[in-house]
């Protein structure tokens, strides 16, 4: 029986801070995270012929933003890979399913849907608790090296391992908070493309982070044996591209990941700039700052455009051997403290919107903008100027407070201290997600045909009295798979990576990343997420192929995300499948064939792979 998650890590001082507050519910529902949900219970009798010495007890399932919420299921830690195939072995034999579970920190149905019942027979396995081992393979000479890690271990913990090293990668995830095999399951990016005359550096790849991996061990079917078995397979060897990117329907235990000699970065973020600038039609006049411009120059940027606001956030990563001068030196990931924790005044305003005033979106989009601005860069000015209610929430002391945690515009420091910068900590929002590929030169196109419509379908349902939104729009963007950054010849990409190019489409090289964040429980989010999804779709297919992320929210009807059968069935198929080759129907046969018993597999899973 292991200890129960609700008594590991801090934050209850949080809870109390809200207690107070007009919307104390609401504020204590966004906050919920701070405590991971599911306590565990030691039962009556583990399940039948489980096995013996396995820790196992059961607990409810909840995702990131809540929206996936589970009876108590039965949970077990295996302690070593052995113990994984042990249990995948027993649910074979019992006519159970096992579904491997690591932080959680997911919006899809991929390990379990919403309102799984108790008496389900599916057994979650969570890696988390033992399976955290990491090793370093020995260096190449032209500075790479490969890290052997198990599919529990946290992605903070590996890039920190690799920082030790004098390792590390181009692009990760902002959260530090994902297992590993988690982000390998669903190919997992940061933001970054090589900047116009920029070569790049052996080890580091501008994909995913599957597309780094050089080898894995899975759980896999044996005929011969009759059983599952575990399985090493190298990069170049059949099945492995099925398995680098498998949403679920697979159990990697381990992988080598390929990274290279570290890079110290520096991090500018910029408020000034309009989003009608930032995402300016192509051909504006010279001097516009555009999206397209920052990435030609750096390579690497993120937009965070608060809802209802005209000025994004723009964080743009730099290469820097040496330390500007105007520049902060940090040493450890998570340097944005006031998107972290909530100042109390703004945490009771996302409260109340919560507790049902929607209509404060606007309000709220306002706060979290000029918060981050005078977090970044100590310019109060906009906040003296604004009305009544942004100054009854962004007080005099919240303004002192954040400006005595030290001014943040400018960063530098290793790639990690800067590429990680969401704790769990942070406000819970659902999001939906989609991957743009498109040629470099149509970046600013895909930018400014979505800001758009976006602006637009937004001011459309406010005329309604609609707020379907309340966080922000988040853009990145990334270079499309390249399977040779892992260095073995003859590995392909992984196989249903939203960044596998297209192969009649060699010019296509980019992808542009586009998510929308809103309070999970706000009216006509779904219907408005569906409206930006038809539209994304429905791009000209000549300059656009648009792909679903795998870990957001997708297929949406007026009512419900991952519903839409026409969307499940029929566009992500497509959309897989465009340019011809290797892709999804390899991929659905190989992870069949590798497990026909679906034993790895969801009722969910079972209906969209096919």
Same mark, same amino acid.
């Given at each position: ?9 801090? #934050? ?20 919920? @995270? ?27 399932? $909840? ?10 299921? %039965? ?17 074979? &034999?019992?006519? %159970? ?16 849907? =919403? ?52 390792? #590390? *990668? ?44 050089? $080898? ?45 000699? =570290? ?25 516009? &700052? ?11 940027? $993120? ?47 996302? #409260? ?37 209610? *942004? ?15 030290? /001014? ?10 800067? /590429? ?55 853009? &990145?963007?990334? @270079? ?6 892992? #260095? ?54 000549? &300059? ?5 992320? %795998? ?6 009807? =007026? ?35 590798? =497990? ?15």
């Amino acid at each position: 029986m292991t200890d129960s998650p609700s008594n590991q890590g801090g #934050g209850l001082s949080r809870r109390g801070l809200f207690a107070s507050s007009a919307a104390a519910g609401g504020a204590l529902w966004l906050l919920r @995270g701070l405590v991971r949900p599911g306590s565990a219970y030691a039962a009556s009798a583990a399940p039948p012929g489980f096995p013996p010495g396995i820790d196992v007890y059961q607990r409810a399932y $909840e995702n990131w933003a809540g929206e996936i919420r589970t009876d108590q299921l %039965w949970t077990c830690a295996p302690r070593s890979p052995q113990e994984a195939l042990d249990v995948v072995n027993w649910a074979h &034999r019992a006519g %159970w399913r096992v579904r491997a579970q690591g932080r959680r920190h997911g919006w899809a149905p991929l390990t379990v849907a =919403d309102g799984t019942p108790a008496a389900s027979r599916v057994v979650l396995l969570d890696t988390t608790a033992h399976l955290t081992a990491m090793s370093l393979e020995r260096p190449a000479a032209d500075g790479p090296a490969g890290v052997r890690v198990q599919a529990g271990a946290s992605l903070e913990a590996l890039l920190a391992f690799a920082g030790a090293g004098g390792h #590390g *990668v181009a692009s990760a995830p902002a959260p530090g908070d994902l297992s590993v095999g988690g982000a390998l399951a669903v190919g997992a990016h940061g933001t970054a493309v090589p900047a116009v005359g920029e070569s790049p550096s052996p080890g580091h790849g501008y994909g995913s982070l599957s597309n780094l991996v050089t $080898e894995l061990t899975a759980v896999v079917w044996d005929d011969g044996a009759g059983r599952y078995v575990l399985r090493t397979v190298g990069r170049a060897e059949p099945d492995c591209d099925a398995l680098l990117t498998h949403l679920g329907r697979s159990l990697v235990t381990e992988a080598v990941l390929r990274v290279g000699a =570290d890079r110290t970065l520096r991090c500018q973020s910029l408020l000034d700039i309009p989003a009608t600038e930032l995402f300016a039609a192509p051909g504006a006049p010279a001097g516009t &700052r555009t999206l397209a411009g920052f990435v030609d120059r750096t390579g690497r940027v $993120e937009a965070i455009w608060f809802a209802f606001t005209d000025r994004p956030w723009l964080k743009v990563w730099s290469d820097a051997p040496k330390r500007p001068l105007t520049a902060r030196a940090v040493d450890e990931p998570y340097n944005y403290p006031f998107s972290d924790s909530l100042p109390e005044p703004v945490a009771r305003l996302a #409260g109340d919107l919560v507790a049902g005033a929607w209509a404060s979106a606007p309000l709220f989009g306002q706060v979290q903008y000029l918060l981050a601005k005078v977090a970044l860069t100590g310019d109060i000015t906009d906040v003296l100027l604004s009305g009544t209610l *942004v100054r009854d929430v962004l007080t005099g002391d919240v303004l002192t407070h954040l400006l005595a945690g030290g /001014l943040r515009s400018d960063l530098w420091g290793a790639s990690r201290t800067l /590429l990680q910068y969401v704790r769990p900590t942070t406000l819970r929002e659902t999001a939906n997600g989609y991957a743009v590929l498109t040629r470099r030169a149509d970046l600013q196109w895909v930018v400014s045909r979505f800001a758009d419509f976006y602006r637009t379908l937004l001011a459309q349902y406010a005329a309604r009295g609609e707020y379907p939104v309340n966080g922000q729009v988040e853009i &990145r963007v990334t @270079g499309l798979e390249d399977p040779s950054v892992c #260095g073995v010849p003859g590995a392909r990409p992984p196989l249903l990576s939203a960044l596998r190019p297209r192969p009649d489409r060699p010019d296509v090289d980019t992808a542009v990343w586009i998510d929308v964040l809103s309070l999970p429980t706000t009216p006509a989010l779904h219907r408005f997420y569906r409206d930006i999804e038809q539209f994304l779709l429905t791009l000209d297919g000549d &300059r656009a192929t648009v792909r679903v992320e %795998w870990s957001k929210g997708w297929a949406y009807s =007026d009512t419900a995300a991952w519903s839409d059968p026409d969307v499940l069935t029929r566009a992500v198929p497509a959309s897989q499948r465009a340019g011809g080759g290797p892709g999804w129907d390899e991929a659905v046969a190989t992870l069949d064939r590798l =497990d026909p018993h679906r034993v790895l597999s969801s009722p969910f899973l079972d209906a969209l792979l096919r």
